[in-house]
């Protein structure tokens, strides 16, 4: 298949999944699988984490005006109760910290693990059975936060701690992961997640940027560490490639705007049974799927 129309397809599944809880990591390289896209090429491997910038730059526009908001009434908050450690703007950096050195720690194991369709089709169905007793659970509680305002410092350290599991185990999903962690601590749904989008940008920025730079410039220990002739030589981004990179975002970008939108009015007023289910069957059909491969 002719590389620009692949970028569209996945820059399409990339929109679709980023934000909704099933896993954008799992579909796109459960896409790329039955595209007949090599799981272990380097491009395509850089490729599945730098397109998800396209999305995150749609969830930037989609919350331009409450980031401005919170910049500008930092670090005392809108009503003057806050400061350095408890403004929205230092949770969010505080749970992105707790997120990133984790992962940085991980980077071995979480690119093994995008290889792994195993792994991945396990946590996309294991993974929502958390998700479901989670939400089932606090939704039959009163909620301690209600806005993104109200968090405290523990709160989003945990929230951050959990979101590494995503990083670790791609299926689980970013923000299933953070959705259900801040519900754990006495969130309600709205307020997890805003709280999620919040995380991912950073969490995103930083993850794409960090895949494009390791792959077209690895540093000299991760060239002597690789093992392997492929590795040695540090991917070329010729103009096809930065083309096709570029498409797949600006595809992403455009569908993942409509989806964000569309989410936080769906969660609020019927939550994620519809999701877990989906899930389930993916889960279950994959494996089914790899089985036959066999």
């Not at 993974?127 to 405290?152: C, I, K, L, Q, Y």
């Amino acid at each position: 298949m002719n590389d620009y129309i692949l970028s569209v397809i996945l820059g399409i599944v990339e929109g679709l999944t980023e934000f909704l809880p099933v896993s954008s990591t799992a579909h796109l390289r459960l896409a790329e699988a039955a595209l007949h896209v090599s799981l272990t090429d380097p491009f395509w491997k850089m490729y599945t984490i730098v397109i998800q910038l396209g999305a995150i730059l749609a969830l930037l526009l989609f919350f331009l005006l409450k980031i401005i908001h919170y910049l500008r009434t930092f670090p005392q908050g809108e009503r003057g109760e806050k400061n350095w450690l408890t403004h929205p703007i230092s949770l969010t950096l505080m749970a992105f910290v707790c997120t990133a050195i984790p992962a940085k720690l991980l980077t071995k194991k979480i690119g093994q693990n995008l290889e792994n369709l195993t792994v991945i089709a396990l946590a996309v169905g294991l993974g929502v059975m958390v998700m479901w007793v989670v939400d089932a659970w606090s939704s039959r509680r009163e909620p301690t936060v209600t806005h993104v305002e109200d968090m405290n410092p523990p709160q989003a350290i945990w929230i951050g701690l959990c979101q590494v599991l995503s990083a670790v185990v791609p299926g689980t999903s970013r923000s299933m992961t953070t959705i259900a962690a801040g519900q754990l601590v006495g969130m309600d749904r709205p307020s997890a997640l805003e709280f999620s989008f919040l995380l991912s940008i950073p969490t995103m920025v930083a993850a794409t940027g960090y895949s494009l730079l390791k792959a077209v410039h690895p540093s000299a220990k991760e060239i002597a560490a690789a093992g392997d002739a492929a590795a040695l030589t540090p991917l070329v981004m010729d103009a096809q490639r930065w083309i096709v990179l570029i498409i797949g975002m600006a595809v992403s970008f455009v569908v993942a705007y409509g989806v964000v939108a569309w989410f936080l009015a769906w969660v609020r007023r019927r939550g994620f049974t519809v999701f877990a289910i989906y899930r389930i069957a993916l889960g279950a059909a994959l494996l089914v799927w790899l089985h036959g491969r066999h």
